[in-house]
């Protein structure tokens, strides 16, 4: 019964001047703790796109003001995500710096009073001009005012023409929105109100209604087309709203096994009940996740995993199509 148990050995990690992404993960995986976890969410995510399967990524927290805007970009130009559901408030700071605007390197050391006084919002350590952020409100409402029909718009309806409008205004800069909107990748985003999009729309001539029964109809319908994996950045409604895409199917009698593979970035416990740190272990008991899905959940900060997975799954999957992809 031993050799059950003891029959990987770990292997101290060794370092070689170069040494990239993908190459660090490799040997972190006869490690332990995160690490290996880290380095088995690239190994996951890699082999997975082996498969003619729908990657969907959701989009939790501040990551755009983050600096992890491109990142996003890059997997999408990569094709090495489908579909992304995200909060309104990573699309409204996606929109922002792709047409030109900047968030700046802060300190969560100050006195935010003055900040206050000075009109500057703050981001844990990061500063952006609230007077710039109140221009681009307008903007997207005088915007929307000329554009949008008198008629329901599902996110991803409204979000595709954001996504326009981002590209046309930008002077080169990608952003999530506007790859998308060019790659014909779908977004969602399901507490698109809870962000400063709907600030924006708010008080204008003419109400802007969304389909949000659209969405979750749309996107279980997809999930139901073809085996899919989920890749979670943070959690919150991102998170839920991807989860219960497999749940609708099921009140719908629709045949679906949950999802098949699944990667989280995640900082929350599980022991306070929320759904950001649902393990996917409970989420089996939905039928949200496959009884046999591959599944690895990193704990640790997003700025720090995201950016190092998606380095070495690129790296390793530089030349190699996805089955089904053009």
């Known amino acids: 019964m031993k050799e059950r148990y003891l029959s990987h050995p770990t292997k101290p990690i ?22 290996r976890q880290l380095a088995l969410a690239a190994k996951v995510w890699t082999n997975a796109l082996d498969e003619d399967l729908t990657v969907w990524m959701g989009l939790a927290g501040a990551m755009v003001p983050a ?8 997997l999408m130009e990569n094709r090495l995500v489908d579909v992304i559901v995200s909060t309104g ?50 903007e997207i409402r005088e915007w929307a005012m000329k554009t949008i029909e008198d008629r329901p718009y599902t996110t991803r309806e409204f979000l595709r023409l954001l996504g326009e409008e981002a590209g046309r205004r930008s002077k ?45 109809e749309e996107t279980a ?17 991102p998170k839920n709203f991807i989860q219960q895409t497999e749940v609708t199917n099921i009140v719908n009698n629709r045949k679906v096994s949950g999802h098949k593979y699944a990667v989280q970035f995640v900082v929350d416990p599980p022991h306070w009940g929320g759904l950001s740190g ?6 089996i008991s939905w039928g949200k996740i496959a009884t046999d899905a591959k599944m690895v959940t990193v704990l640790s900060d997003a700025t720090i995993a995201l950016p190092i997975v998606s380095a070495a799954v690129l790296t390793r999957r530089k030349g190699r199509k996805r089955p089904g992809k053009d």
């Not at 600096?67 to 890059?74: A, E, F, L, S, W």
């Open 14 to 35: 060794e370092l070689f001047e170069g040494i990239n992404c993908s190459e660090l993960l490799e040997r972190l995986e006869s490690c332990s703790f995160q690490g």
């Open 67 to 74: 600096g992890m805007r491109k990142v996003i970009v890059q």
């Open 89 to 138: 408030a990573n699309l409204y700071h996606d929109f922002f710096e792709t047409v030109g605007y900047y968030h700046y390197l802060g300190s969560d050391m100050v006195d935010d009073r003055e900040l206050r006084e000075e009109r500057i919002d703050r981001i844990y350590d990061t500063f952006a001009d609230e007077d710039v952020f109140f221009a681009v409100d307008r």
């Open 172 to 216: 080169g800069e990608k952003g999530i929105l506007s790859t998308a909107a060019e790659l014909d990748i779908p977004v969602y985003c399901p507490a698109i109100g809870d962000s400063s999009i709907g600030i924006a729309l708010a008080e204008a001539d003419r109400r802007l209604i969304f389909d949000m029964v659209g969405d979750v």
């Open 221 to 237: 319908r997809m999930a139901a087309e073809k085996e899919t994996m989920v890749i979670y950045v943070g959690g919150g409604t």
């Open 278 to 283: 649902c393990t996917f272990e409970e989420a």
